[in-house]
């Protein structure tokens, strides 16, 4: 007897792994947002790397269609988040928001 593959539906790990394909072919635009654990280029050792560039870095290097901006200010405090939203572009996709509560 032959032995037959199903290929009615595909898996739910195949159905998921499509949804990820699609959402890092899309063009996101990852917005950061807050104090200096985002602006932090003042406190990285020997010129490494901020997180801005960090991110940047790993979108270019993954060939990734996807662009970073920094609005995060060193020594914001939560009140300043409101003008920093005022700042995002249109095309903004993802929001990161690390502030203290000074």
């Known amino acids: 007897m032959e032995e037959r593959e199903d290929v009615s539906t595909p898996s739910t790990n195949e159905e998921e792994s ?10 996101h635009h990852v917005v950061l947002l807050g104090d200096s654990i ?15 560039e960090q991110l ?3 979108i270019k290097d993954q060939g990734l ?16 988040v409101k003008r920093q939203l005022k700042g995002i572009a249109e095309d903004t996709t993802v929001l990161v928001l690390s502030i203290g509560k000074s």
Request: charged share 25%.
């Open 65 to 80: 269609p996807w662009k970073a901006t920094l609005c995060a200010v060193d020594g914001a405090i939560i009140g300043g």
């Open 18 to 27: 499509n949804k990820q394909q699609e959402d890092t072919e899309k063009k």
């Open 56 to 58: 940047q870095y790993k």
């Open 38 to 52: 985002l602006d932090n280029k003042s406190y990285v050792w020997n010129d490494g790397p901020s997180v801005i």
